[in-house]
Nanobody, 125 residues
Framework: QVQLVESGGGLVQAGGSLRLSCAPS????????MGWFRQAPGKEREFVAR????????YYEDAVKGRFTISRDSAENTVYLQMNSLKPEDTAVYYC??????????????????WGQGTQVTVSS
Protein backbone atom coordinates (compact mmCIF):
# COMPACT_ATOMS: atom_id res chain seq x y z
CA GLN A 1 0.00 0.00 0.00
CA VAL A 2 1.44 3.34 -1.08
CA GLN A 3 1.08 6.28 1.27
CA LEU A 4 1.81 9.77 0.04
CA VAL A 5 3.10 12.23 2.59
CA GLU A 6 2.64 15.90 1.74
CA SER A 7 4.14 18.98 3.32
CA GLY A 8 4.67 22.66 2.66
CA GLY A 9 1.23 24.24 2.79
CA GLY A 10 0.46 27.36 4.75
CA LEU A 11 -0.70 30.95 4.72
CA VAL A 12 0.90 33.43 2.34
CA GLN A 13 0.07 36.87 1.01
CA ALA A 14 -0.91 37.41 -2.60
CA GLY A 15 2.19 37.51 -4.77
CA GLY A 16 4.10 35.22 -2.45
CA SER A 17 5.46 31.72 -2.95
CA LEU A 18 5.14 28.29 -1.42
CA ARG A 19 6.67 24.92 -2.25
CA LEU A 20 4.75 21.73 -1.68
CA SER A 21 6.48 18.37 -1.35
CA CYS A 22 5.15 14.86 -1.65
CA ALA A 23 6.93 11.59 -1.05
CA PRO A 24 5.62 8.03 -1.22
CA SER A 25 6.36 6.34 2.08
CA UNK A 26 7.78 2.89 2.35
CA UNK A 27 8.85 2.40 -1.24
CA UNK A 28 10.70 3.86 -4.18
CA UNK A 29 8.19 5.20 -6.65
CA UNK A 30 8.44 3.56 -10.06
CA UNK A 31 5.00 4.27 -11.42
CA UNK A 32 3.87 6.30 -14.40
CA UNK A 33 3.13 9.77 -13.11
CA MET A 34 2.58 11.97 -10.11
CA GLY A 35 0.28 14.91 -10.02
CA TRP A 36 -1.16 17.69 -7.94
CA PHE A 37 -4.84 18.48 -7.65
CA ARG A 38 -6.66 21.06 -5.56
CA GLN A 39 -10.09 21.50 -4.09
CA ALA A 40 -11.50 24.82 -2.96
CA PRO A 41 -14.51 25.03 -0.62
CA GLY A 42 -17.72 24.24 -2.45
CA LYS A 43 -15.90 23.24 -5.64
CA GLU A 44 -14.90 19.99 -7.25
CA ARG A 45 -11.34 18.71 -7.12
CA GLU A 46 -9.42 20.01 -10.11
CA PHE A 47 -6.21 19.12 -11.88
CA VAL A 48 -3.23 21.43 -11.31
CA ALA A 49 -0.12 19.78 -12.74
CA ARG A 50 1.47 16.42 -13.43
CA UNK A 51 4.86 14.97 -14.24
CA UNK A 52 5.53 11.69 -15.99
CA UNK A 53 7.99 10.03 -13.67
CA UNK A 54 10.47 8.37 -16.03
CA UNK A 55 10.71 11.03 -18.74
CA UNK A 56 10.00 14.12 -16.65
CA UNK A 57 7.50 15.70 -19.04
CA UNK A 58 5.08 18.10 -17.39
CA TYR A 59 1.63 19.51 -18.01
CA TYR A 60 -0.28 22.31 -16.27
CA GLU A 61 -3.76 23.57 -15.92
CA ASP A 62 -4.10 26.89 -17.76
CA ALA A 63 -4.68 28.99 -14.64
CA VAL A 64 -1.30 28.07 -13.16
CA LYS A 65 0.89 28.02 -16.27
CA GLY A 66 3.87 30.30 -15.86
CA ARG A 67 3.39 30.51 -12.08
CA PHE A 68 3.62 26.91 -10.86
CA THR A 69 6.36 24.39 -11.57
CA ILE A 70 6.14 20.67 -10.90
CA SER A 71 9.38 18.75 -10.59
CA ARG A 72 10.67 15.49 -9.24
CA ASP A 73 13.82 14.32 -7.55
CA SER A 74 14.16 10.65 -8.34
CA ALA A 75 17.02 10.20 -5.90
CA GLU A 76 14.94 11.69 -3.10
CA ASN A 77 11.79 9.95 -4.36
CA THR A 78 9.94 13.24 -4.04
CA VAL A 79 7.74 15.42 -6.21
CA TYR A 80 7.51 19.17 -5.71
CA LEU A 81 5.11 21.92 -6.65
CA GLN A 82 6.74 25.35 -6.62
CA MET A 83 4.01 27.98 -6.53
CA ASN A 84 4.93 31.58 -7.31
CA SER A 85 2.87 34.72 -7.77
CA LEU A 86 0.12 33.19 -5.70
CA LYS A 87 -3.38 34.60 -5.96
CA PRO A 88 -6.33 34.41 -3.55
CA GLU A 89 -8.07 32.13 -6.03
CA ASP A 90 -5.28 29.59 -5.52
CA THR A 91 -6.60 29.01 -2.01
CA ALA A 92 -7.51 25.33 -1.69
CA VAL A 93 -6.53 22.02 -0.22
CA TYR A 94 -3.79 20.62 -2.44
CA TYR A 95 -3.54 16.87 -2.98
CA CYS A 96 -0.65 14.82 -4.27
CA UNK A 97 -1.53 11.78 -6.36
CA UNK A 98 0.36 8.82 -7.80
CA UNK A 99 -0.46 6.76 -10.88
CA UNK A 100 0.88 3.22 -11.02
CA UNK A 101 -1.16 2.14 -14.05
CA UNK A 102 -0.84 3.45 -17.58
CA UNK A 103 -3.67 5.75 -18.65
CA UNK A 104 -2.19 8.18 -21.14
CA UNK A 105 -2.27 11.80 -20.16
CA UNK A 106 -2.92 11.77 -16.40
CA UNK A 107 -5.11 14.86 -16.33
CA UNK A 108 -8.03 13.24 -14.54
CA UNK A 109 -8.41 12.23 -10.93
CA UNK A 110 -9.45 8.76 -12.09
CA UNK A 111 -6.00 8.28 -13.65
CA UNK A 112 -4.48 8.11 -10.17
CA UNK A 113 -4.64 5.25 -7.68
CA UNK A 114 -3.10 6.79 -4.58
CA TRP A 115 -3.70 10.10 -2.86
CA GLY A 116 -2.15 12.11 -0.09
CA GLN A 117 -4.11 13.50 2.82
CA GLY A 118 -4.05 17.05 1.46
CA THR A 119 -2.34 20.22 2.60
CA GLN A 120 -4.05 23.59 3.00
CA VAL A 121 -2.82 26.55 0.99
CA THR A 122 -4.35 29.91 1.89
CA VAL A 123 -3.53 33.06 -0.05
CA SER A 124 -4.63 36.31 1.54
CA SER A 125 -5.35 39.43 -0.48
Amino acid sequence: QVQLVESGGGLVQAGGSLRLSCAPSGLTFSGYAMGWFRQAPGKEREFVARIKWNVGTTYYEDAVKGRFTISRDSAENTVYLQMNSLKPEDTAVYYCAAAIRYSGNYYRANDYQYWGQGTQVTVSS
